[in-house]
């Protein structure tokens, strides 16, 4: 793959930031990282109308900024992926920064030994071949969980997207089997996770270094002793969707690590809508991923 030399992106000056400073743009609107700021100011990459122009510069709706990256910008402008099957990845969304995928359940995020092929970033790295990039990791899916997970395209939209999930501007909804009824219609778990001393694959509350964690809840439909919720996370703790709701007595069906019964083979856990604002138009975006295979079939069991 030829490597690229630079990335450019072309934006417009939004009516909300009238009369700021660029620096506002840059770094509050556009949420670059202060050192990518400083490397595109100290070389003068950054042009309002085709002119540098110093961060204190006032901007107006409408004015054309031009900003350019290099390799040199970025720690690790170019991550080691193995191309691996373009014809397994499913893509729902794709534009010139980022593409979201709809990861198959059992297949890794990505690969954990040196050499491993046969993970999502894997496959999609295949599928981007032809557009002469690779995928950067954003955030991560469990292995048994399918659905809609975001990869950026560029170096420079990474910190972006990382920003926005921190800061709850990207928001993730999943569905998940759980087993019992009875729950509350709508509800909040807030319950600090950490690791377990007994177990290095699993999660428990309040286990070692642990951080804090909320997941909300709305219970869709109970059938036959199990119970349809769909989730929404304010944390992204490994783990913790099972974690949680295993704690408060309704593990997820399926669960290899969190729960023993047999009433699913697999895990019915679906990261099933994204919706994000766009890198630098802030445009809100909504991705939905297909219910899947195993999830209806479970349904039509218990009907």
Known sequence: ???????????????????????????????????????????????????????????????????????????????QVQPDSAATVSILFEDANLVVVNKRRGDKTHPNQPGEVGA??????????????????????DQETSGAIIFAKNPVVVPILVANIR????????????????????????????????????????????????????????????SLAQIQLDTGRTHQIRVHFKAIGHPLVGDPLYNSTDASPVLLLHSWQLQLPLPFTKALKTVTAPIPKHFRDFKTRLI
Do not use: C
């Open 120 to 141: 999502t970033i894997n496959h999609l790295a295949a599928y981007l071949q032809s557009e002469q990039t690779v995928p950067y990791m954003i955030h991560r899916l």
């Open 1 to 79: 793959m030829n490597t690229p030399t630079k990335w450019q992106f072309n934006e417009i000056v939004p009516s909300s930031l009238d009369g700021q400073p660029l620096k506002s743009l840059l770094g509050d609107y556009w949420q670059l990282p202060k050192h990518l700021v400083y490397s595109i100011r100290h070389a003068k990459r950054v042009l309002v109308n085709g002119s540098y122009r110093p961060v204190n510069f006032a901007v107006n709706a409408n004015d054309h900024v031009q900003l350019t990256f290099i390799p040199a910008d970025f720690v690790k402008p170019f991550p």
């Open 167 to 226: 800061e709850k501007q990207i928001r993730r909804t999943y569905l998940a089997w759980v087993q019992g009824i009875g729950l509350p219609t709508n509800g909040t778990i807030n319950l600090r996770i950490g690791r377990d001393p007994e177990d290095k694959r699993k999660r428990k509350i309040d286990g070692i270094n642990s951080a804090p964690a909320v997941t909300h809840y709305q219970v869709i439909k109970e059938v036959r002793g199990y």
